[in-house]
């Protein structure tokens, strides 16, 4: 009898302890697979973002960056052109021959004026204008200027004196013929030295004659003599005179009726 119970104690020990290890394994397992999950959905939701954030941040970037290759504004200059408001800070230039060209000015853009922007007209030096001032007169009419521009933005509009100056009987520009070297100023103000060093500025028209024996621009179809030159453009005389050159100049009441290099 004794040893039947020990028996029976002894099994039901084992089977006691089986059913323990059993439970104890598989809530050790359920543990491990909870965790897992946790760790697992974590990581994903961690990629997520970061895949969502860089996609967010990369199409943001290539907009910035096409936006910035786009914007290709104009640069080149505008010469003897009509300047016309359009809206705040943006402005036309017209110029004969040529396709109309907007700009807008910067808190940078130098402005000049001849009486009609600002200054007086018939003044030798022109006048630093201000914005306000550039769009106060060119909402009331077109101005003639000469238009310098980068990437679209104005770096210098300079009024142009020719329509202004020197029209009445009170006008006292320098009249007479110089001989001697021709140097650049400003767009349309030029200045010729005579043998002695004196200086004596000058403007340039429309009507202005611009003559060139192969230093302001190449003599071409000139003829034997090579008498009548060629006709040069405002663009050549610039360009001739940033280098300097020597000319026979004709000017009448400040401005210069004709120019014609020395050959």
């Known amino acids: 009898m004794n040893r039947h119970l020990r028996n029976a104690v002894v099994a039901a020990t084992a089977i006691t302890a089986g059913l323990l290890m059993t439970a104890c394994q598989n809530g050790s397992d359920d543990n491990a ?13 961690k990629a997520s973002d970061s895949k969502g954030s860089t996609g967010s941040k990369g199409s943001h970037g290539a907009q910035g ?69 550039l769009e106060a007169a060119t909402k009331k009419d077109a101005v003639s200027a000469d238009v310098k521009m980068k990437n679209g933005i104005a770096t210098l509009v300079t009024e142009r004196r020719a329509a202004q100056q020197d029209t009445g009987s009170d006008s006292k520009g320098v009249n007479g013929t110089w001989f001697g070297n021709v140097s650049y100023l400003a767009p349309g103000k030029y200045t010729v030295s005579d043998m002695k060093g004196v200086e004596q500025q000058f403007f340039i028209a429309e009507d202005t004659e611009i003559r060139g024996y192969d230093d302001i621009c190449d003599a071409v179809n000139t003829g034997a003599g090579g008498e009548g030159g060629t006709e ?18 004709v000017i009448s009441n400040g401005i210069a009726t004709s120019i014609r290099d020395d050959h």
């Open 65 to 133: 960056s096409q936006g910035s290759t786009n914007s290709k504004g104009v640069s080149g200059s505008f010469t003897d052109g009509k300047v016309t408001y359009l809206a705040p800070g943006k402005y036309i230039v017209s110029v004969p021959g040529k396709e109309d060209q907007q700009f807008l000015v910067a808190d940078d853009t130098e402005v000049y004026g001849a009486g009609t922007v600002c200054g007086e007209a018939g003044a030798k030096v022109d006048a630093p204008c201000t914005l306000d001032q």
């Open 33 to 45: 697979a909870g965790k897992s999950g946790k760790g697992s959905t974590s990581v994903a939701e």
């Open 232 to 249: 040069c453009t405002e663009a050549e005389l610039e360009a001739a005179a940033k280098k300097g050159f020597s000319a026979e100049v």
